[in-house]
């Protein structure tokens, strides 16, 4: 039996424009997982949390040939929930890459383990 990747992008984003003379503020990424080590075939919750100028977006790329992306419309601060099945035993890089249009991009990572 072949078990599917199952990938679903669910998200919360505080929409607002920066409009300040200040600085920008310096983009912020953090990348938490419900779970490090998982048998194959649960899921794994992912939350990407943002704090930014301007967010455009995120992808998610869960290591294993597969990625998740969200919209995140101009936002100053998102937090966007991803959930994945691992099909495959092995370790592997999580990666999220959050987009600011002023700011750039900035990744976080993490290591999961499947058995």
Do not use: W
């Amino acid at each position: 039996m072949r078990l599917a990747i199952i990938g679903v992008a669910l998200g919360i984003a505080t929409i607002a424009c920066r409009q300040t003379t200040e600085p920008p503020t310096a983009l912020s990424v953090r990348l938490e997982a419900s779970i490090a080590t998982v048998p194959r075939g649960d899921t794994v919750t992912f939350e990407v949390n943002a704090t930014g100028n301007n967010l455009v977006g995120v992808i998610v790329d869960y290591g294993d040939s597969s990625s998740d992306q969200y919209a995140m419309g101009g936002a100053l601060t998102a937090r966007v929930t991803f959930k994945h099945v691992y099909s495959a035993a092995g370790s592997f890089t999580v990666r999220a890459s959050v987009t600011d249009a002023v700011a750039g991009v900035k990744e976080a990572t993490l290591a999961i383990v499947v058995n």
